[in-house]
């Protein structure tokens, strides 16, 4: 006598997991405040049916796979899960150097203070919050290198006396909608904060020949 075969399990953690990158999704894209987010990944935690779980993004854009894969905007752009996001960080350069590169995952808000003394944050490996990462400087005598993939927005709006805010190096084309957001501000004196976009593993002096070529062929095709 054949015995059944025994029932599959209800893929409860595999609806989580979706569950829970529609909600990041949906605030990337602007559906969902903080706060609400918040509640609703919380809820996601706790969900014990499938029930629970879809109603948390029934109100939400569906999510469509793409045909084929296509390559994001923004090579090496990663965002982190909001759980795994710090709110605070600080880097910290007096008389002396500091630095963040490789894989890291950098907070909500970070917070650079260079003195007499530079800092470097390179996110083209680095895990971004979904949303806006805040970035706060203070320079003084002292500047902050930052450099960022293709597919970072970037806005700034410093104050800068006796130095600057530059964005030095800037995308071949602007970053896809609901990419993560770099937003940059404080204050430099005598001292500042230059932004430079580079694909992973371009050198400072490939970009900046990339970005002569680039000025070159739109100069060429606006006569």
């Known amino acids: 006598m054949a015995h059944p075969e025994p029932l599959r ?42 029930d629970e779980l879809t109603a948390l993004v029934a109100d939400l854009p569906a999510v469509v796979p793409p045909a084929a894969p296509v ?3 923004g090579d090496g752009v990663q965002v982190a899960h909001p759980s795994q ?13 500091a630095c963040r590169r490789g ?4 907070s909500r808000q970070l917070n650079v203070i260079a003195v007499m003394g530079g800092a470097e944050l390179d996110f083209r490996q680095a895990r971004m919050a979904p949303g806006v990462t805040e970035l706060n400087v203070f320079a003084l005598m002292g500047g902050v290198q930052v450099v960022v993939p293709p597919g970072v927005q970037v806005e700034m709006n410093g104050i800068a006396l006796m130095g600057g805010f530059d964005e030095k190096i800037r995308a071949d084309a602007p970053p896809a909608p609901g990419s993560p957001i770099l937003r940059i501000g404080g204050f ?3 001292g500042g904060v230059d932004v430079t976009v580079r694909h992973p593993g371009e050198s400072e002096r490939e970009a900046r020949q990339r970005s002569r070529e680039l000025r070159k062929e739109q100069r060429r095709l606006n006569r």
């Open 85 to 97: 996001v710090a709110e605070q960080q600080f880097v910290v350069a007096v008389m002396g150097g």
């Open 71 to 73: 390559p994001a905007a």
């Open 103 to 106: 894989a890291w995952t950098a």
């Open 188 to 190: 430099a004196m005598m």
């Open 9 to 50: 399990p209800v893929p409860l953690e595999q609806t989580r997991e979706r569950v829970i990158a529609q909600l990041c999704r949906g605030f990337a894209e602007e559906h969902l405040d903080a706060d609400q987010l918040q509640a609703r990944l919380d809820g996601a935690q706790r969900a014990a049916t499938l």
